[in-house]
């Protein structure tokens, strides 16, 4: 494809698709974030009709998150901790996915077929599908289900960051969320090295409430834990210290290896030494220069840096949920503003106006950059300078909760966001905050 050429890169992103309705009990996982099988299959067709009537070219791409192997709550195989059992775990997993939202799978399938290329970028909760054959049973699964062979070549797989020169500059955003942030992302072994010094705090988190959780009411329906569900369940309960005393232990060991593998001297030269190796062979595949790749890890390391600042000062504050969500604004359902599509500046907002300096020092600035992980869909200018070039910072939101401050809370209508950001014939680039009406399956332009 050249350069100037037309298309339309639709991108959606924090589907959280977890274990979904047992196929054979019909019934609904306690840990599953994502009901709207329905909705998104919708979009899916309508992208898919816009690909086969439209010679406008058009891509898929999915930021982050697309599955939530965290809340598929499986045990390990009985083949040991090795790597064999650790992919093995993590395909079962995908497996399941797969069985609780079969129609998903099916429209992936129907889409690729038409001729609708799906990236994906996966996300801190799906980062599983790094590694190769996780990545190649996603594809095994997408063709199973639409009963479409040979897709490979239909999906492709980004590891960090989605790049079209002079368009659009994308990730998932996790990078620049100090406890959601891997260490040496490109590194990352699931097969390997899943241990505690390789897994950020927000994943050992989840790990531990969801566990501690299922320990008392495995019936109990939960979707992102806060830490004050745990709090109060120990004040309850408070024999739960004693009881589930070897959960705590084995959970404590972890966060103790973790915290010891943070403050170790060496982090600091093998992240330089990652840099100037991994990272600067990996810009050539995102189409960057080296140096400003280098530069854009660099930002993830400081965010990293801060957290302890951050978290000890929360916690002389008394401001508990701050450490999981710094800077973040969530919006429930039923409590629409008309200002959710502009969220003020926050700390992904922050990373991609740097982001936006650096690729301009180095000539590559594009006039989009899009994130996904805050679960808050968004839009709003980068640069305030009328004479400067002008870019603009975009969220795609998340399907797990309905972003729509134009509708009522009570119409009984389902709307969803995503982004759209197309290129004319003549180079010229737009982007867009949509929304996805499912009961009219229709779009409108949210920002």
């Not at 790749?293 to 965010?303: F, M, P, W, Y």
């Not at 009522?408 to 004319?424: L, M, N, Q």
Request: aromatic letters at 6%.
């Amino acid at each position: 494809m050249r350069e100037n050429d037309p298309l339309d890169i639709v991108v959606v992103s924090d589907l959280h698709m977890a274990a979904g309705r047992d196929p054979v009990k019909g019934t609904m996982s306690p840990y599953e974030d994502f009901h709207q099988d329905k909705a998104f299959v919708s979009l899916l067709d309508d992208l898919h009709d816009r690909a086969i009537a439209n010679p406008r070219k058009l891509r898929l791409l999915i930021l982050g998150d697309v599955c939530d192997f965290l809340h598929v709550r499986m045990s390990r195989p009985d083949s040991g901790d090795g790597p064999d059992a650790r992919i093995g775990l993590a395909i079962a997993k995908l497996e399941r996915i797969a069985e609780g939202h079969p129609t998903v799978f099916d429209a992936l399938g129907r889409l690729v077929a038409a001729g609708c290329p799906v990236d994906i970028v996966p996300g801190n909760h799906d980062i599983e599908l790094m590694c190769q054959s996780v990545q190649e049973r996603f594809v095994q699964l997408v063709s199973r289900a639409s009963n479409v062979p040979d897709l490979e070549a239909g999906i492709r797989f980004h590891p960090w960051i989605y790049h079209v020169p002079g368009m659009l500059y994308a990730e998932h955003g996790h990078q620049h969320h100090d406890i959601t942030s891997f260490r040496r992302l490109l590194c990352f072994d699931y097969a390997q090295t899943p241990d505690a010094t390789q897994v950020p705090f927000g994943s050992l988190y989840d790990d531990y409430l969801f566990e501690l959780l299922e320990s008392l009411d495995p019936s109990r329906r939960m979707m992102a834990p806060p830490l004050r569900s745990v709090v109060g369940v120990v004040r309850r309960n408070p024999s739960i210290l004693v009881t589930r005393s070897p959960m705590h232990l084995r959970h404590a060991w972890i966060l103790a290896r973790r915290l010891a593998s943070s403050g170790r001297r060496g982090n600091v030269s093998a992240r330089a030494a990652y840099r100037n190796t991994v990272v600067r062979r990996h810009a050539s595949d995102v189409g960057l220069p080296g140096e400003a790749l280098q530069c854009i890890d660099r930002l993830a390391e400081v965010a990293v840096d801060r957290m302890w600042r951050r978290i000890g000062m929360s916690l002389l504050r008394g401001q508990i949920q701050r450490i999981r969500w710094p800077i973040k604004r969530r919006t429930a359902v039923g409590h629409h503003s008309s200002q959710s599509a502009v969220q003020q500046p926050g700390y992904l907002s922050a990373a991609a106006f740097a982001i936006h300096q650096i690729l301009s020092d180095a000539g590559h600035a594009v006039p989009c950059y899009v994130f996904g992980h805050t679960h808050v869909g968004a839009k709003h200018s980068l640069t305030r300078d009328a004479e400067a070039p002008q870019c603009q910072y975009l969220n795609s939101g998340t399907w797990t909760v309905a972003i729509a401050p134009t509708s009522t809370p009570d119409d009984g209508r389902e709307r969803f966001p995503f982004v759209c950001v197309s290129r004319e014939s003549g180079g010229g680039v737009t982007a867009q905050l949509m929304v996805w009406d499912s009961t009219e399956r229709s779009t409108s332009v949210l920002a």
